[in-house]
């Protein structure tokens, strides 16, 4: 059971990673560029829309632009995100791949104990002292074993808690950022009943 759930868990941190990874690219790649992108064009509409004669218009042109900055800097926001939260998380998440990597190792030190106690208990010509040997030394193992096993899970399930408050914190940061931004530029068009 012990090998199966590490083997899943594995598999779990490998996905995580790598979704982290994709999550890193669009960030800092698509997303990043396509918002850029965005405030390239509202800038150069609000600036080209500034050249005409209508002065009434000068507020609706200015707010284009300060939207046009808004995605510029929403853009670099997305640039900057992983940094804040994927990195972090996949760091944390190697260090268990490194730990989980060691667990058969210990598995195979114990089975390789424990099949060694099978092997003294069926000779016929054991020595008492021996055996109590044997078995105390199996039995070291077996609580190093099990010590190691409930440490690890005890020290993930703190790790995992704080390192997920941390990302999500983070994700809510970084979308309250984006929000702001958004309403800030938003803000900048005059109400239409105005007009």
């Known amino acids: 059971a012990v090998v199966s759930t590490q083997s899943t868990g594995e598999s779990n941190l490998d996905r995580l990673v790598k979704q982290n990874d994709d999550y890193t690219n669009k960030m800092m790649?698509?997303?990043?560029?396509?918002?850029?992108k965005y405030g390239a064009i509202f800038k150069e509409m609000g600036e080209l829309y500034d050249t005409?004669?209508?002065?009434n218009s000068k507020p609706v042109n200015g707010a284009l632009i300060s939207t046009g900055r808004c995605y510029q800097e929403i853009s670099d926001v997305y640039d900057n995100q992983p940094r804040q939260d994927a990195h972090i998380l996949s760091e944390s998440i190697r260090e268990y791949q490194g730990i989980l990597g060691a667990?058969?190792?210990?598995?195979?030190?114990h089975k390789?104990?424990?099949?060694k106690v099978k092997d003294f208990t069926r000779n016929d010509e054991k020595d008492a002292d021996e055996?109590?040997?044997v078995l105390q030394r199996y039995s070291t193992i077996s609580s190093a074993v099990m010590a190691e096993i409930n440490h690890f899970h005890?020290?993930?399930n703190t790790d995992f808690n704080v390192m997920m408050r941390t990302?999500?914190?983070?994700?809510l940061d970084f979308h309250k950022n984006v929000v702001t931004k958004?309403?800030?530029a938003l803000s900048q068009y005059p109400d239409p009943s105005t007009m």
């Not at 390789?112 to 099949?115: E, I, R």
């Open 131 to 133: 055996e109590a040997q």
């Open 182 to 184: 958004l309403e800030h």
């Open 154 to 156: 005890e020290s993930r």
């Open 167 to 171: 990302f999500l914190t983070s994700q």
């Open 112 to 115: 390789g104990t424990a099949q």
């Open 103 to 109: 667990v058969p190792d210990m598995l195979h030190v």
């Open 29 to 36: 790649g698509g997303i990043k560029h396509m918002y850029s």
């Open 52 to 55: 005409g004669p209508l002065t």
